[in-house]
């Protein structure tokens, strides 16, 4: 029984198409995010919202818009995809508590190629 | 420069060798300091979680934190062949919003 899963794993796509990334938690956690692993494995979080709300926004391109029709759903939508959004994705989520150990549990990843 | 640097290896022991990984950071707010393994393939997964400065035991997993020195390891006593994966450290700072920082990775192999 998965705890983070997402869809699709696997991801080719041409330049310029929009493809979305859906990603569902089954632990009753209320913060979900969204991160980016490069092909050096560097992982860049770019999304988080807790309880459908955004909470964290780094620095990415407005083509990438997360949305959460409720807290136990977090997808990634991406516009005009480019070359340079090659990567693997990972979804995680957590409980939100400042006090709490912060242990994000992460889905298997989708691998994105833009060709 | 990143706000947190690690070695990406990889780092190739035999098996039954004590592996030491580490952290360098800059940004002294950094408080709670965690160590995920990740399989090739696969999702990181909490390995060690420690706050603030000290050791912390469990199991062949040892995590030291030094924040005087902003440098942080991870050692792994009596290493297995089934230890073979990506090591990155993350760290986060101590207000809510639970946003991790993480390393590179650092990519170990132990061999039979």
């Known amino acids: 029984d998965t705890a983070v899963s997402q869809t699709p794993k696997y991801l080719v796509t041409q330049m310029g198409n929009d493809k979305s990334i859906k990603c569902e938690q089954n632990?009753?956690?209320?913060?979900m995010y969204w991160y980016k692993q490069d092909s050096k494995k560097f992982l860049k979080i770019m999304f988080s919202y807790n309880n459908k709300e955004l909470i964290i926004n780094e620095t990415v391109p407005n083509r990438f818009s997360p949305k959460s029709p409720d807290k136990a759903h977090l997808n990634l939508h991406i516009n005009s995809l480019e070359l340079g959004d090659s990567a693997v994705y990972f979804c995680?989520?957590?409980?939100?508590?400042?006090?709490?150990?912060?242990?994000?549990?992460f889905g298997a990843g989708t691998r994105l190629s833009v060709l | 420069q990143k706000e947190v640097e690690q070695d990406p290896g990889p780092l190739s022991v035999p098996e039954g060798a004590i592996v030491s990984l580490n952290c360098t950071y800059s940004?002294?707010?950094?408080?709670?300091f965690m160590w995920y393994r990740q399989y090739s393939r696969k999702g990181p997964e909490l390995l060690m979680y420690?706050?603030?400065?000290g050791n912390k035991e469990d199991g062949r997993f040892t995590a030291q934190v030094d924040k005087s020195s902003k440098y942080i390891s991870l050692f792994i006593r009596d290493s297995q062949p089934s230890d073979s994966a990506t090591y990155l450290c993350?760290?986060?700072?101590?207000?809510?919003?639970?946003?991790?920082?993480f390393g590179g990775g650092t990519r170990l192999m132990v061999k039979p």
């Open positions: 995680a989520s957590s409980p939100y508590d400042s006090r709490a150990k912060n242990i994000q549990y």
């Open positions: 940004n002294s707010a950094f408080q709670y």
């Open positions: 632990l009753g956690h209320d913060t």
């Open positions: 420690t706050y603030s400065s």
């Open positions: 993350a760290m986060r700072q101590g207000n809510a919003g639970n946003m991790l920082t």
